[in-house]
Nanobody
Framework: VQLQASGGGFEQAGDSLKLSCLDS????????VGWFRQAPGKEREFVAS????????SYADSVKGRFTISRDGAKNAVYLQMNSLKPEDTAVYYC?????????????????WGQGTQVTVSS
């Protein structure tokens, strides 16, 4: 497994949680990375993305102002800080590496997908 997502858990509404995506083999240091999520019975949706050098963060409207994506090249990791969690944030969260250095919400732009991590937010 080249991309490992972790940090999910069970939280109360209003709480914060930080997800991590580790590129264990340092394979994607030149690729954009994105976070997606999939709730039960729903299609996978874009959450956030960041370019290869940690710039150009992009967010879905539903998480803008609450979630922050960041990247630590030295640690080969991308993070998703989630604040003010809502029950509708409940989903399995996936990180993915894009085919290029810059990417956005189009899931077809992402080639490598890690396993998901479950986030559950209760009201």
């Amino acid at each position: 497994v080249q991309l490992q997502a972790s940090g999910g858990g069970f939280e109360q509404a209003g709480d914060s949680l930080k997800l991590s995506c580790l590129d264990s083999k340092r394979t994607f240091s030149n690729n954009a990375v994105g976070w997606f999520r999939q709730a039960p019975g729903k299609e996978r949706e874009f959450v956030a993305s960041i370019s290869w050098n940690g710039g150009l963060p992009s967010y879905a409207d539903s998480v803008k102002g609450r979630f922050t994506i960041s990247r630590d090249g030295a640690k080969n990791a991308v993070y998703l800080q989630m604040n003010s969690l809502k029950p509708e944030d409940t989903a399995v969260y996936y990180c993915a590496a894009a085919r290029s250095s810059f990417s956005g919400p189009d899931s077809t732009s992402y080639r490598y997908w890690g396993q998901g991590t479950q986030v559950t937010v209760s009201s």
